[in-house]
């Protein structure tokens, strides 16, 4: 999508929201902050994508290194009674996995669009057979109401009276954009992502480099995965993560590769998928629950047939680095 | 995709190298898939060890239940019926150059279309059968055909779009088991059983949909390897700038080969709702696809290997229920010792272990996002 089109259905969808907020400020400001809390685990997911992508590697195992986190990380809080541990440990084990995918992706020149299936048919293998009953979380996570600026109308209780993942998702993505364009960190990952040979020969370690922001990367996956079993369901399930991995490289296309453009498309699909389930629970319209259910995959295909070719991918991405 | 770097579209599954054809290259080709299943089941040893059981008891009592036994037998043929297919459907994608990760919704898809055709049409056996089969076939094409006509006229990654695919496929088969086609006055979300003469009958103790699938892998080993349509396939899939100055349409064979792909997915669910099931239950049919996807790779996406693989699949899911009754081993150990099959047999590690050898060639499906 171009920036200009973006920037109107933004302008667009705040309006309809500040309307429906002067109509129905309690109903209004719920599903705005469900939104937000359905929209996390994608934009952490989202900048996974965008810190693997920008280096040139593709990462189709978000998915399972999500999934393994989140198992990891309720476990390791069940079991050590102690939420920021369990976070922690979801955190180290999406670094694993990401150095996983680093390890085939990037020192072994794989397949990375096999590499990353890999991934996450062995995640939903191990955590299917060492998934066990009878576990509960040590407590709930806690919130965090920042003063004064709480209190601002429909703005204050939906970003400023959260979690601390919420945060932590919103922190990431402006944190990214900063490292991205404005650091000599992001100028070499982008330039790994877009012309490996040149990076190569001003000096730059490409595999270095391409191998340890996909590591990096895959603890913000842990962080997505820790979400999920900790805060959002307070539980761990099979098949927790339902699909989110992979919503998120879509919602990194509409962003456009930019962590700021998925932050705003992450919180788009948040928004459809909060305004479809509010309709179907006010039975405004008799919508089947599997059609609500089905609504963000829908969304994906017909946003990525609408701006395919219109957004370029950084230019190097899948193509393992070979020196000539 | 103007720009196509042929090093980058090396499916790996072609004829050796000519400089490198040393009788040590022509081994990897069958060793490292048997290696790489060998080594899977040492780990699966050990976390089956790790539970408290004997591994070597634990997978006898696997394999003497799936292959030991006539019913063990005929289970094993049954399982591995869809699975022939679904890794036919992934290898067919494989020599396009399209990794096909959908074949699980494209199976939904043909699942539920041949049970609608199967019980809501009384037609003479020799009609119906097929007819059910051939509408099977139909609905999985289509619904391949929508990430096929995806990716060739607007450019969108066939790998994200069959995986959206089928999280629909699953909601939506799920929708039409639980209101329109459900089965009437019955609490279960599931469609009416199948007209007699739609099931696919068994041959002594041999289901005719084994044959049926065993019959289809031989005609691909052929189409794929001996027919000018193979050779279109092959061509798209290795350099696709070539094939546009063969003039060859790589547009419409990249659409042909995801609709042929969804179809034969769409034929492995037509062929366990008519042969096995008898009607459509939204929880049946789970998983088959992915299975599909570790099939082929362990096949290198050969046609005729997809029996064999399929077999060794079918045969440890046959048996994974019976290691659960009695050793009291998750059946799901099964799927993690498949997921380090798919691992040994995709990373170099196993060419790296045995023959220090770094020629071996890769598997190489992707040009990363439809460029």
């Known amino acids: 999508m171009s920036a200009k089109w973006a920037y109107a259905l933004a302008i667009l969808i705040s309006v309809t929201i500040v309307i429906f907020y002067v109509l129905d400020p309690t109903k209004t400001t719920s599903v705005v902050s469900f939104s937000l809390r359905y929209a996390v685990p994608l934009i952490l997911a989202a900048m ?16 399972g290194q999500m999934l393994m986190s989140a198992f990891a990380g309720f476990f390791g809080a069940a079991l050590t009674g102690s939420l920021l541990l369990g976070t922690m440990i979801g955190v180290g084990t999406g670094m694993i996995m990401g150095a996983m995918l680093a390890t085939g992706a990037v020192t072994w020149k794989m397949d990375q669009i096999i590499a990353g299936t890999i991934i996450n048919i062995l995640a939903a293998g191990l955590t299917s057979f060492f998934y066990a009953q009878g576990f509960t979380l040590p407590g709930i996570t806690p919130t965090l109401r920042i003063p004064v600026l709480a209190d601002i109308p429909l703005i204050g209780p939906v970003f400023f009276d959260n979690g601390l993942f919420t ?7 402006l944190l990214l954009w900063v490292l991205l364009f404005k650091t000599v960190w992001g100028l070499r990952t982008r ?7 040149a990076s190569d020969t001003s000096g730059i370690g490409v595999q270095k480099m391409r191998f340890w922001n996909v590591t990096i990367a895959g603890g913000l996956a842990g962080l997505a995965g820790a979400y999920l079993a900790l805060e959002a369901a307070g539980t761990f399930e099979r098949g927790l993560t339902a699909g989110r991995g992979f919503t998120a490289l879509a919602i990194m296309i509409f962003g456009a590769w930019n962590p700021i453009g998925a932050l705003a498309a992450a919180i788009f699909f948040g928004l459809t998928q909060g305004v479809a389930s509010q309709l179907q629970t006010d039975a405004v319209v008799d919508i089947p629950p599997q059609f609500v259910n089905m609504l963000p995959y829908i969304l994906t295909i017909v946003l990525l047939a609408i701006v395919s070719g219109r957004i370029k991918p950084p230019a190097a991405v899948g193509r393992p680095y070979e020196k000539d | 995709m103007s720009t196509i770097d042929p090093a ?57 239940d799936a292959l030991g036994s006539v019913d063990g037998l005929e289970r094993t043929m049954e399982k591995s019926t869809p699975l022939i297919l679904t890794g036919l459907a992934v290898v067919v994608g494989l020599r396009a150059g399209l990794f096909n990760i959908g074949a699980q919704g494209q199976l939904l898809m043909g699942a539920i279309g041949a049970a609608w055709a199967g019980y809501n049409f009384t037609l003479p056996p020799l009609v119906h059968l097929p007819f059910c089969l051939i509408f099977g076939i139909l609905c999985g094409a289509a619904w391949g055909s929508i990430a096929g006509a995806l990716r060739a006229y607007r450019s969108v990654s066939e ?47 041999i289901p005719s949909g084994f044959i049926l699938a ?22 798209v899939g290795m350099n696709p700038g070539a094939a546009r100055y063969a003039g060859i349409s790589v547009k419409g064979t990249i659409l042909l080969a995801m609709a042929v792909s969804g179809g034969l997915a769409g034929l492995g669910g037509a062929v366990e709702t008519l042969g096995i099931t008898g009607r459509f239950e939204p929880a049946f049919n789970i998983g088959l696809g992915f299975d599909g996807i570790t099939i082929a790779l362990l096949a290198r996406a050969n046609p005729l290997a997809t029996i064999p693989a399929a077999l060794l699949v079918g045969t440890l899911r046959a048996g994974s229920s019976s290691l659960q009754f009695q050793t009291g081993i998750e059946p799901e150990v099964v799927s993690v010792i498949l997921a380090l099959t798919l691992l040994f047999v995709s990373a170099p590690i196993v060419g790296k272990l045995l ?17």
């Open chain 2, 159 to 205: 790998v994200i779009t069959t995986i959206m695919l089928n999280s629909i496929a699953i909601a939506l088969v799920d929708y039409l088991a639980s209101r329109p086609l459900k089965e009437p006055d019955q609490p279960l979300s599931r469609t009416p059983l199948i007209a007699e003469s739609a099931a696919l009958p068994y041959i002594g103790p």
């Open chain 1, 167 to 173: 945060y932590a998702a919103i922190v990431s993505a």
């Open chain 2, 214 to 235: 065993l019959v289809v892998a031989v005609f691909f080993g052929w189409l794929l390897v001996r027919t000018t349509q193979g050779f279109r396939f092959n061509t």
């Open chain 1, 191 to 197: 330039s790994v992502g877009e012309k490996p040979s």
């Open chain 2, 8 to 64: 980058q579209t090396d499916l790996g599954i072609t004829d050796p190298d000519p400089r490198r054809s040393g009788p040590l290259d022509r081994v990897p080709a069958i060793v490292i898939p048997v290696v790489s299943v060998l080594l899977a089941f040492a780990i699966g040893g050990i976390l089956i060890w790790l539970q408290g059981v004997n591994p070597l008891f634990a997978y006898q009592v696997l394999f003497r």
């Open chain 1, 48 to 63: 996974v994508g965008i810190m693997c992508e920008r280096s040139g590697v593709i990462n189709i195992g978000i998915e």
């Open chain 2, 355 to 371: 023959f220090r050898n770094r020629s071996i060639k890769q598997t190489t499906v992707t040009k990363g996002w439809g460029a």
